[in-house]
């Protein structure tokens, strides 16, 4: 195990419904990250807190918000989202942003089917 | 960014040795260099990271040459579980890190 966990590892929902992705990590790291694998595709880093500031957000849609209220926990809230956002959303966390040595922890994911 | 570039795939047989070389001709002088393995629907998992010359931990051995434009990730005696695809990252750790492609390493018996 990692030290991340994210639930739930599965969720499928349509598109009107509003849903969380949680993201807990018990390494004592600063900052947290969200990524989207879609099939076949690179990682994409969608949103980086640091200190529970984000940092940056890779031009996401709007249906996609994340939350950080604290440093060990960070959220993804899903609303009216549309079939290609299907993919495995994955969490990671590292000691800080500014280091050389940035390892990332990553969580197992969630696996999202939108329908 | 540092872009890097990989191959798309490699195939190897069980215990031989594997090198994964991965191309960064514009690294800057801050930047580090790291790998990641990733299974079938998990997270990437870090392997090695260096900055020049050679680096070897109880997994694998990177080789990064004197002008740092190219890295070689080498696994020794690879086995069926090392199939997976392995990512090489350029970059001094600022959130300007990004996955690529990828380098698919399957592992036949």
């Known amino acids: 195990e990692t030290g991340v966990t994210q639930t739930p590892r599965h969720l499928v929902m349509g598109m009107t419904n509003k849903k969380s992705l949680k993201c807990e990590q018990h390494?004592?790291?600063?900052?947290m990250y969200w990524y989207k694998q879609s099939a076949k595709k690179p990682l994409e880093l969608m949103f980086v807190y640091s200190l529970e500031e984000r940092v940056e957000n890779n031009s996401v849609p709007s249906r996609f918000s994340p939350e950080c209220p604290n440093s060990s926990h960070l959220f993804l809230h899903l609303h009216t989202l549309q079939p290609e956002d299907s993919a495995l959303y994955l969490c990671?966390?590292?000691?800080?942003?500014?280091?050389?040595?940035?390892?990332?922890?990553f969580g197992p994911g969630t696996r999202l089917t939108v329908l | 960014l540092a872009k890097t570039t990989q191959p798309i795939s490699m195939d190897s047989y069980e215990g031989q040795e594997v090198n994964i070389t991965c191309s960064h001709n514009n690294i800057a002088t801050n930047d580090y260099i790291t790998w990641y393995q990733q299974f079938p629907s998990q997270g990437p998992r870090f392997i090695i990271q260096g900055y020049k010359t050679k680096v070897t931990n109880e997994v694998a051995s990177l080789f990064i040459p004197a002008d740092r434009k190219s890295s070689t990730l080498s696994l020794p005696r690879v086995s069926l579980s090392d199939t997976a695809v392995y990512y090489c990252l350029v970059g001094d750790g600022n959130n300007d890190m990004r996955f690529g492609a990828g380098t698919r390493l399957t592992v036949k018996p």
């Open positions: 990671a966390s590292s000691l800080g942003t500014g280091s050389s040595y940035n390892e990332q922890f």
């Open positions: 390494l004592g790291h600063n900052a």
